[in-house]
């Protein structure tokens, strides 16, 4: 696969890295042959310092190695895709990404990207208990009330569906994904586990029909 890699004149390919698990983009880098073969004979990302022109492991002095999911190249096969799960930021200033400056944002586009947010913030609360906050309250009140919430907010969007409203529809079940993040908090279940189970179960449906 290596072989069919296009390098450039200095025989280097882009190396975009991003989050397996939330799929943010968390930095941009440069491999070489040799690089990109200890990536994938160490489970680890090494990259090919332009400016030191020498080989660095993510994460050897920082402790924020990057272990490699996947990696895939486009159809000019001259770029790769690392999808990676991180040990700690991937930026040297310490941030997750190092793409942490917005130049443009469209607030009227969803994104899956919330979902981890939120959960994230939901854990923070737990472990917080901010005064006035309603994630305190649920935490407050235990799995009794959190457990009655999501009932109710499944009967609201099962209510909306049936009078064909949709904007109830998407307000309701915005509020049932909400309250069931805290569910998932409260039962300390990772919101990635619940939908490596729904891959699980695609790539079996998936397999299933090819035979």
Known sequence: ??????????????AVVQDAQSKEVLTVAYMNEESLQKTI?????????????????????????QKVVSIKTDCDKDA????????????HNGTTSCFGETIVQNNQVGSVDIIPYLADVIRQREMEMPVGAYTTYLF???IDKICKKVGEEA??????AKNRDAEEVKWEAADLLYHLLVLLQEQ????Y?????????????RASTKK
């Open 41 to 65: 004979e160490t489970g680890e990302t090494w990259f090919y310092s332009r400016s030191r022109q020498e080989l660095w492991h993510k994460g050897e002095t920082s402790g924020n190695t």
């Open 155 to 160: 009967t609201e969007v099962v209510i909306g």
């Open 1 to 14: 696969m290596i072989e069919g890699l296009k390098f450039d004149d200095k025989g280097l390919i882009t």
């Open 140 to 142: 407050e009140k235990g």
């Open 188 to 191: 300390k279940i990772n919101v």
């Open 193 to 205: 586990d619940v939908l490596k189970v729904l891959k699980v179960r695609h790539e079996e449906k």
């Open 80 to 91: 790769l895709v690392v999808e990676v799960l991180p040990a700690g930021p991937a930026c």
